[in-house]
């Protein structure tokens, strides 16, 4: 069973970046679209974006303008960082494994880390 | 539009049969996976392309889709079953989108 875990600092200054990265164990990366997804306090999911193992990127359009996600299959890991940030991006983010179907026509995420609540101070 | 629409609050009675269900345009092209998220966890996925469930995952969940609308089934519902459920799927361009969630309270 694969294992995710995210690490990195639980407190970014406002308007400084937010970066995060993903440890994966007990598996290949090879063949995974690599996603990150936010849950701001009391409130829904919302996909960030995705890497896939060869490093194509698939941003959300709400931070495309902000947002650089790298992979390094070589240590297992690939990172989010997020710029300019605001109170609006504390959320808890979570690291999580994705694949397609064949054909395309359905997407899903198998296994996800525990998460990590990062807050946003003024 | 890739937005998910999703009734904000289901309540069962236990042991009962309840659905949860999942609207957007999307839907007509790509099907739906769902998660469950209890409280102070991180989601969970229980079922995925159309109607397969992971390892461990109860078999009182199921679901269907027709249209635009993706639906997920609990047949005898148990307590354990209350949580927050999330319907996603994905956009013309690749790219995930999540419903608001369900909060589901098992009476």
């Known amino acids: 069973q694969v294992h995710l875990q995210e690490s990195g600092p639980r407190l970014v200054r406002a308007s400084e970046t937010l970066s995060l990265t993903c440890s994966v164990s007990a598996g290949s990366m090879t063949n995974y679209y690599w996603t990150w997804i936010r849950q701001p306090p009391g409130k829904g999911l919302e996909w960030i974006g995705y890497?896939?193992?060869?490093?194509?990127?698939n941003y959300n359009s709400s931070v495309k303008s902000r947002v650089t996600m790298l992979i390094d299959t070589s240590k297992n890991q690939f990172s989010l960082n997020l710029r300019s940030v605001t109170a609006a991006d504390t959320a808890v983010y979570y690291c999580a494994r994705g694949k397609f179907c064949s054909g395309g026509n359905c997407y899903w995420l198998d296994n996800w880390g525990q998460g990590a609540l990062v807050t946003v101070s003024s | 539009s890739s937005e998910l629409t999703q009734d904000p609050g289901v309540s069962v009675a236990l042991g009962q049969t309840v659905r949860i269900t999942c609207q957007g345009d999307?839907?007509?092209?790509?099907?739906a996976t769902w998660y469950q998220q209890k409280p102070r966890q991180a989601p969970v996925i229980v079922m995925y392309h159309v109607n397969n469930r992971p390892s461990g995952i109860p078999d009182r969940f199921s679901a269907s889709g027709s249209g635009n609308t993706a639906s997920l089934t609990i047949t005898g519902a148990q307590a354990e079953d209350e949580a927050d459920y999330y319907c996603s799927s994905r956009d013309s361009s690749g790219r995930g989108v999540f419903g608001g969630g369900t909060k589901l309270t098992v009476l």
């Open positions: 999307s839907l007509r092209s790509y099907y």
């Open positions: 890497i896939f193992y060869n490093g194509v990127t």
